[in-house]
Nanobody, 124 residues
Framework: QLQLVESGGGSVQPGGSLRLSCASFTPTLDDYATGWFRQAPGKEREGVSCISRRGGETVYADSVKGRFTISRDNAKNTVYLQMNSLEREDTATYYC?????????????????WGQGTQVTVSS
C-alpha cells in the first residue's frame, strides 16, 4: 500500500511562493505517475498538475500554467509542486495522489492512492 504525505503548506500573501512536497514511505513512488489536486471549501476537487513516472511528461491545469511547476526526485521518493505568484483563488487544501497511469492527466479518477492534504492559504 502506497502511503503519501504532503508537507509545505502554509499562509502566504498574494504574489508569494510556496513549495509543496509529497513523500512516499515506500521505495516505489517511481512506479507511479503523481498528481496534485486541490479543494477549496464549497468547491469541487480540481486537478492542478501531473508528472509521469520518470518526469518526462507534465500536465498543468490552465489556472496554474506559468505559475506552478511540478517536479520529482525519485531517489528521494518525493514529488514537488513549486507555486509562484500565488493568488487568493489558490487557497485550498492540496492533495497529492499516485496511480499507474499510462498518460498523465489532471482527472482524478485514475489515481488510486491519496495523501491527507496540506492547507494553502493566500491572504493579505
Amino acid at each position: 500500500q502506497l502511503q503519501l504525505v504532503e508537507s509545505g503548506g502554509g499562509s502566504v500573501q498574494p504574489g508569494g511562493s510556496l513549495r509543496l512536497s509529497c513523500a512516499s514511505f515506500t521505495p516505489t513512488l517511481d512506479d507511479y505517475a503523481t498528481g496534485w489536486f486541490r479543494q477549496a471549501p464549497g468547491k469541487e476537487r480540481e486537478g492542478v498538475s501531473c508528472i509521469s513516472r520518470r518526469g518526462g511528461e507534465t500536465v498543468y491545469a490552465d489556472s496554474v500554467k506559468g505559475r506552478f511547476t511540478i517536479s520529482r526526485d525519485n531517489a528521494k521518493n518525493t514529488v514537488y509542486l513549486q507555486m509562484n505568484s500565488l493568488e487568493r483563488e489558490d487557497t485550498a487544501t492540496y492533495y497529492c495522489a499516485a496511480g499507474r497511469l499510462i498518460y498523465c492527466t489532471v482527472n482524478s479518477r485514475p489515481f488510486d492512492y491519496w495523501g491527507q492534504g496540506t492547507q494553502v492559504t493566500v491572504s493579505s
